[in-house]
């Protein structure tokens, strides 16, 4: 099934046809006096530029007027081989189709809006015959019958028309097309931006895509770089103004050497404080004893983090490097990835 965008929207056809599989573009005169496009020769030849195939308009009161437009629009220097021309259906407008043909142009016959006129069109050697199927269905009728109906004249008659499903208004349109076995579908570029979103698939992405970061971001790309230090030599008091500087819940304490002695947690802050009151806050802090601090080194991989802070229950890690304090992981720094 060919795939056009239905736009006049200069930004929206750039946009859509970045995507690079797009069939063509189908545009009409309604379209470009919304977007306020005033030479329209000028739009049609940039657009013929930038699209595979285009699809437009040619009009005129007889069958001679609309085949003397198409020539004159041809002599824009559009390519006939990539030119669609488009022409309401109509006894004139159908003779103008069948002339055209003859001379080996493309004509989509549109404003198709019963079985009767789509046979005709077949029958005049459209190479495209266009329903309109979501403005039918605002008059209540049938819309999709009709466009099944006109499928199967397709294929049970053999002409070599193809059947176009335009106006379209939701994706659920797409849907019906793909079910009817239409062979062509012009769509708007909202509509074309909605057919691979789901939410499903959304959630399923941002998993494998954090899975993905787990397995292969390493730890020392995820700390933030704040590596809040203090030497043993400070009192407990200028580690916790260090420790709300750095707005960690806790800090790395070093000796001389820049070696690691321990981490001091605002939990062993509380339990001292219970246990021995204020007057604790003027010791050193490398007087206090330490238990082995919960690290990981630099070079390790998220992963090895996560299952860390799962075992350990903890929410910050300390990062080392060659033995040495690199800095914190924090576990909302590992929700980020």
Not at 97 to 125: F, W
Not at 134 to 152: F, M, T
Not at 284 to 293: N, Q, V
């Amino acid at each position: 099934m060919e795939l056009y965008l239905d736009s006049a929207n200069l930004k929206e056809i750039e946009e859509g046809f970045k995507l690079g599989f797009l069939d063509g573009l189908t545009t009409t005169p309604t379209f470009m006096v919304r977007e306020g496009i005033m030479d329209v020769d000028s739009t049609i030849v940039k657009l013929s530029k930038m699209v595979p195939v285009l699809q437009i308009e040619a009009l005129g009161n007889t069958a001679e007027d609309v085949v003397k437009e198409a020539h004159r629009q041809l002599d824009l220097g559009l390519d006939p081989k990539k030119t669609v021309f488009k022409i309401p259906v109509s006894l004139e407008g159908l003779r103008a189709c069948n002339m055209l043909r003859k001379q080996d142009l493309m004509v989509n016959v549109h404003l198709v809006y019963t079985l009767q006129q789509a046979y005709m069109a077949m029958h005049a050697g459209a190479s495209y015959v266009c329903p309109l199927v979501g403005r039918l269905q605002d008059q209540g009728h049938d819309a999709l019958a009709l466009v099944q109906q006109c499928v199967e004249a397709v294929h049970h008659y053999g002409y070599d028309s193809k059947i176009m499903f335009s106006s379209v208004r939701t994706t659920e349109h797409v849907r019906n097309a793909i079910n009817i076995g239409v062979h062509t579908i012009t769509v708007p570029l909202k509509i074309l931006k909605g057919l691979t979103e789901n939410n499903f698939t959304t959630i399923g992405t941002e998993q494998f895509l954090s899975d993905t970061r787990l397995m292969t971001v390493k730890v020392k790309e995820a700390i933030n770089g704040l590596n809040p230090l203090v030497s043993e030599n400070s009192s407990l008091k200028d580690a916790i103004v260090k420790m709300t500087e750095f707005g960690f819940g806790c800090i790395t304490v070093t000796n001389d050497d820049g070696d690691i002695k321990g981490v001091f947690t605002d939990g062993d802050l509380r339990r001292l404080l219970q246990k021995d009151g204020e007057h604790i806050l003027d010791k050193k802090i490398g007087s206090l004893e330490f238990k082995s601090p919960i690290s990981i080194d630099a070079n390790a991989l998220l992963n090895d983090a996560n299952a860390i802070f799962k075992k350990m229950n903890v929410d910050t890690i300390l990062v080392t490097d060659n033995g040495k304090p690199a800095g914190m992981l924090d576990i909302q720094d590992l929700k980020k990835y």
